[in-house]
């Protein structure tokens, strides 16, 4: 899962953020803070991975409630992360683990999702807009990596 993490946001980021902190990224520190994640996770909250036959595991996402002041985390969840290999993009894999994710946030009892995005990360908010997710006006600066990383909230309809 850290390499799946890893792998994606060097590829997803590059020409993005800073070519030195995708360089520097490294699995094994990534893998003890997947570990705790995913031993907190509370079904029907958490992670979901995706295998491949050959590959191991290809992808990952995370749900939880949401965490924005201005949702209500009992009605709307948030798709915390969601990773896949880029020689598994365009496969349909990225929609299962979405379909996966909206299960989950529907099993909760949640009527709507919302996921942030990096501004920039064109080829992501092309798929979301693809599933039925819109940009719903909210924006934050993630300074949190030494760096300002500018983020668009994006919001779907999940449950009837």
Same mark, same amino acid.
């Given at each position: 899962?850290?390499?799946?993490?890893?792998?994606?946001?060097?590829?997803?980021?590059?020409?993005?953020?800073?070519?030195?902190?995708?360089?520097?990224?490294?699995?094994?520190?990534?893998?003890?803070?997947?570990?705790?994640?995913?031993r907190s996770d509370q079904p029907p909250w958490g992670?979901?991975?995706? =295998?491949? @036959?050959?590959?191991?595991?290809? *992808?990952? $996402?995370?749900?939880?409630? &949401? #965490?924005?002041?201005?949702?209500?985390?009992?009605?709307?969840?948030?798709?915390?992360?969601?990773?896949?290999?880029?020689?598994?993009?365009?496969?349909?894999?990225?929609?299962?683990?979405?379909?996966?994710?909206?299960?989950?946030?529907?099993?909760?009892?949640c009527r709507d999702a919302v996921l942030w995005v990096?501004?920039?990360?064109?080829?992501?908010?092309?798929?979301? =807009?693809? @599933?039925?997710?819109?940009?719903? *006006?909210? $924006?934050?600066?993630?300074? &949190? #990596?030494?760096?300002?990383?500018?983020?668009?909230?994006?919001?779907?309809?999940?449950?009837?």
């Amino acid at each position: 899962m850290a390499i799946v993490h890893v792998r994606s946001w060097q590829a997803t980021y590059r020409g993005q953020v800073p070519q030195n902190y995708l360089d520097g990224l490294d699995p094994a520190q990534r893998k003890q803070g997947w570990e705790q994640w995913i031993r907190s996770d509370q079904p029907p909250w958490g992670t979901t991975v995706l =295998e491949h @036959d050959t590959d191991g595991v290809v *992808g990952l $996402i995370n749900v939880a409630p &949401s #965490r924005d002041s201005d949702t209500d985390p009992l009605t709307v969840g948030e798709v915390i992360a969601v990773y896949l290999l880029p020689e598994h993009w365009g496969h349909g894999g990225g929609r299962v683990l979405m379909n996966d994710g909206r299960r989950r946030m529907a099993d909760a009892g949640c009527r709507d999702a919302v996921l942030w995005v990096l501004e920039t990360n064109h080829r992501a908010r092309r798929f979301y =807009e693809a @599933d039925g997710w819109q940009a719903d *006006g909210s $924006i934050k600066t993630d300074d &949190s #990596r030494g760096f300002p990383m500018r983020e668009i909230r994006y919001r779907r309809h999940i449950a009837a």
